[in-house]
């Protein structure tokens, strides 16, 4: 019998939007006038609140890191950010600096960049003080030069959105302060692997952000990416969202991000079906962007994620990788120069053919 390769169905299917079963507030967080916004989101979809007596999460631990993780996976906390998050760290090649208006995904992505690199369990922590975060971002802008800003770094900020609305409040304050005040160049940059478009498509954006979707080969999202929307309703939503307001979209700059790219088995035929799903989505001229990631890890985040996830058929055998190594002395395996060669020489050629306007970021 011939095996059929798995393909991107034309009629995606709509996810369920990711509910907590439980809405912790701390008490400061519940008194700054955005945590009420978010409150009144949360009641009226009849979730259960909490508001804790003290401005520390506990009690969100199991018996094991497993429990742990399910736990937290399943929590939505409402806090404020520390002082320190208002300190901004460059972030090449995504952008040239992040800002945070959440840390963790409700998503279950069995590759999680994220593993081993937030402190205590992997709890969804929404910030509260949200407008002195986006304030703060004037101090950041260079003069003369377009300067970027990455929110996608600790959380998807879609997958949150129908609880938050930080999302839009952040488009909203890049195409309207940005736009109208001081600082004109800066532009914020967002990516997702959700679905839920249809609020973001009227706000006032002019262009100041770019709208990205996170994709992969089905064989790697349908088996290592749970709780997210399919590959194929992700690019119906960056098709909305990319298509002029004249024709019912947001006429938002957007992009893809393609990763992890894995070298697994009949790698070339199935992300030659993504490719082309791709251009089927966005048949029509737009600003379009493509990121290119390959798939690495480290000791610590191959640690956490054995944990999390101890019957993973994620890849993550050292003896076939090579180690790289940072400025600060960490470790991470990465590709072997022939992989990575064969790898981008693939996505490089196949992207001019079918995308000769757009523009390939980065490859890493």
């Not at 520390?82 to 972030?91: E, G, N």
């Not at 952008?95 to 208006?101: R, V």
């Not at 199935?270 to 082309?276: G, I, P």
């Not at 610590?300 to 890849?315: M, N």
Request: aromatic fraction near 10%; charged fraction near 20%.
């Amino acid at each position: 019998m011939t095996a059929i390769a798995p393909s991107i169905s034309s009629k995606p299917t709509i996810q369920k939007l990711w509910m907590p079963e439980q809405v912790l507030f701390t008490p400061a967080a519940i008194a700054e006038p955005w945590g009420q916004q978010i409150l009144t989101r949360v009641q009226a979809l009849n979730l259960p609140i909490e508001v804790l007596a003290q401005n520390r999460l506990t009690g969100l631990r199991g018996e094991d890191a497993r429990e742990t993780y399910q736990i937290a996976k399943r929590t939505l906390a409402v806090v404020n950010a520390p002082p320190s998050s208002l300190k901004l760290t460059l972030i090449p090649p995504s952008a040239d600096w992040q800002f945070h208006l959440a840390e963790g995904c409700p998503a279950h992505c069995q590759y999680c960049y994220l593993a081993g690199s937030l402190q205590g369990p992997p709890v969804i922590r929404v910030f509260a003080n949200l407008p002195q975060i986006l304030q703060n971002l004037a101090g950041y802008e260079s003069a003369g030069a377009t300067t970027s800003f990455e929110v996608s770094c600790y959380t998807d900020p879609l997958g949150i959105e129908h609880l938050t609305g930080s999302l839009a409040e952040c488009i909203r304050h890049f195409g309207t302060n940005f736009y109208a005040n001081s600082y004109r160049q800066g532009h914020l940059r967002w990516v997702s692997k959700f679905d839920a478009v249809e609020s973001l498509l009227d706000l006032p954006h002019h262009g100041r952000t770019r709208c990205r979707m996170s994709v992969n080969a089905v064989p790697i999202s349908t088996r290592l990416e749970g709780g997210t929307a399919s590959v194929a309703a992700r690019l119906q939503a960056l098709r909305q969202l990319a298509l002029p307001q004249n024709r019912g979209g947001g006429g938002y700059p957007v992009g893809l991000v393609i990763a992890p790219i894995m070298p697994i088995e009949d790698w070339q035929s199935h992300y030659t079906q993504l490719l082309d799903a791709i251009a089927t989505a966005l048949d029509f001229d737009c600003d379009l962007t493509f990121e290119l990631i390959t798939h690495r890890f480290t000791p610590r985040s191959k640690e956490t994620l054995l944990e999390w996830y101890p019957q993973t058929k994620l890849d993550m055998e050292e003896s076939t990788r090579k180690i790289k190594r940072n400025k600060f002395g960490g470790t991470k395996y990465v590709y072997d120069a022939d992989v990575m060669k064969t790898l981008r020489h693939f996505f490089e050629r196949e992207l001019s053919r079918r995308f000769p306007k757009a523009t390939i970021l980065y490859w890493t």
